[in-house]
């Protein structure tokens, strides 16, 4: 019955009651423990994951040293060419000198209704090249960031050139202090408290590395290349070993 009383109809009758009676106390207890165990998951799957995202995280970065020592500034050319005037820069932990290549590169039309933007830049080899967008790849020293406008696709380029060089002046004692590598956190940490850990994994010297963690927010950290190789591998981990 609806009061889980059993009504006296036959004893086939009441021991089937009987055993419905029971079937449904099992189902309800097999119910109650499941509620329970998805309780526990789920409480789990948020404590791993609020590790994993903020006591714990890692990640890769790539770390640079180049830069132009004088010249290498990008011209317009002729046509839609561009030309690169004659100096040196330090690439792949070595010091090279490049001779003024007029027309070295030419710049793609747009047909588009958007500009576009590429850069400019010399690979380790001295090789030219434009990728679109507005970063060299990595073992690449920009030179220059090319913007074409909307519908240039005329014979000469109407666009304009910015000058994206890293210049210092190397030392013989001391290596030039260059612009320090910010890594980004996918999640803030809890407090600035955390520890980071480096491990490069390759470099055009690995016996020139040295890196040096400067500073840390909850978003991020900074890592400064005080040695004198390039085109650093880092595998890092940050740690906050408070996280309760």
């Avoid at 588009?112 to 434009?130: F, I, K, M, Q, W």
């Avoid at 000469?156 to 030039?176: C, I, K, Y």
């Amino acid at each position: 019955s609806a009061t889980n009383e059993i009504i006296e109809v036959g004893p086939f009758a009441r021991i089937m009651a009987q055993y419905a009676l029971r079937d449904r106390a099992a189902l309800r207890a097999a119910a109650t423990l499941g509620a329970a165990a998805l309780d526990l998951a789920a409480g789990t799957w948020r404590g791993l994951q609020d590790l994993r995202q903020r006591a714990i995280q890692t990640g890769r970065a790539y770390i640079p040293r180049k830069y132009v020592i004088e010249g290498l500034q990008v011209s317009v050319g002729t046509g839609r060419s561009l030309s690169i005037a004659a100096g040196s820069a330090v690439q792949g932990g070595m010091r090279r000198r490049y001779d003024a290549r007029p027309n070295a590169i030419a710049v793609p039309t747009n047909p588009g209704t958007t500009s576009r933007v590429y850069t400019l830049y010399l690979t380790n080899d001295g090789d030219p090249y434009l990728v679109e967008g507005t970063s060299a790849p990595e073992g690449g020293l920009a030179l220059a960031r090319v913007t074409v406008p909307a519908g240039d696709t005329g014979p000469t380029f109407a666009g304009t050139l910015t000058d994206v060089r890293t210049v210092a002046t190397p030392s013989t004692w001391f290596p030039p202090v260059l612009p320090a590598f910010t890594v980004a956190l996918s999640y803030p940490m809890p407090s600035t408290e955390y520890e980071v850990f480096l491990h490069v994994e390759s470099a055009s010297d690995l016996g020139r590395v040295h890196l040096v963690v400067t500073s840390k927010t909850k978003n991020a950290f900074t890592v400064e290349n005080r040695g004198t190789a390039d085109d650093i591998v880092v595998r890092w981990m940050a740690v906050e070993p408070a996280w309760r």
